[in-house]
């Protein structure tokens, strides 16, 4: 009986304990510092020949998912809207379900941003990105201050949180953000299962622990 007491407690105590030094991403400040990647004419494009002056915001985009297809327009105002104050946007397609003719020319159509094919999802690894749409708000130096949702209502009707534009905002008024992680909502990410980096694809990530 003392026995199975002490392997109940020592249980109890080795899964408390696990628990305490398990780390999220959130520990972590993220710098993007660079990435390459091709366009959908197999352009290289790079994230410091595109960034903006103040910061960028990276998205994550489909050519299908309908959730993105209800926010193109509101996508569209806010880059219009930011883009003179020092605001890159840069449109990532991850989804191995869509061609690069398909990615091109839907690209060309909607956005008046540049939309870069990341084969083999090396990015959404690299930034944990989940579903579409998805942004990663970056500031002039690369580092991440905010990730998540646009904003809290999918058919546009009923927003009462921008998280974006707030965020934006804050960057650019020097503000702390008040919000620098939401819940993305959307269409999963079309994930390969091919583990192989391709040679047109290279990162650079710094990750550095938050005392």
């Known amino acids: 009986m003392r026995k199975a007491v002490f392997l109940l407690v020592a249980t109890f105590v080795f899964l408390v304990l696990a628990q305490s030094v398990q ?8 710098v993007l510092e660079d990435f ?3 366009d959908a004419d197999g352009k290289e494009q790079t994230f410091k020949a595109l960034k903006g002056e103040k910061g960028t915001v990276v998205i994550f985009l489909s050519v299908q998912c309908p959730v993105v297809k209800g926010y193109n327009e509101r996508i569209n105002q806010i880059f219009n809207e930011y883009k003179s104050k020092g605001i890159a946007f840069i449109g990532i397609n991850s989804n191995s379900t ?9 690209a060309r159509e909607t956005y008046g941003f540049p939309v870069l094919i990341d084969k083999g999802n090396v990015l959404a690894d690299e930034l944990n990105a989940s579903v579409t749409p998805e942004v990663f708000l970056f500031d002039s130096n ?10 809290n ?3 546009g009707k009923n927003i009462t949180e921008n998280y974006l534009r707030d965020a934006l905002d804050g960057l650019l008024m020097k503000k702390a953000i008040a919000k620098a992680s939401t819940k993305a909502f959307g269409c999963t990410i079309k994930r390969t299962e091919e583990k192989v ?3 047109t694809t290279s990162i650079t990530i710094r990750r550095t622990k938050v005392s």
């Open 23 to 30: 780390v999220s991403a959130d520990d972590y400040e993220l």
């Open 36 to 38: 390459k990647l091709v």
């Open 98 to 106: 869509e061609s690069p003719e398909q990615i091109g020319s839907h």
């Open 142 to 151: 690369g580092k991440l201050i905010y990730k998540g949702a646009i904003d």
């Open 153 to 155: 209502d999918r058919s």
């Open 197 to 199: 980096k391709p040679e």
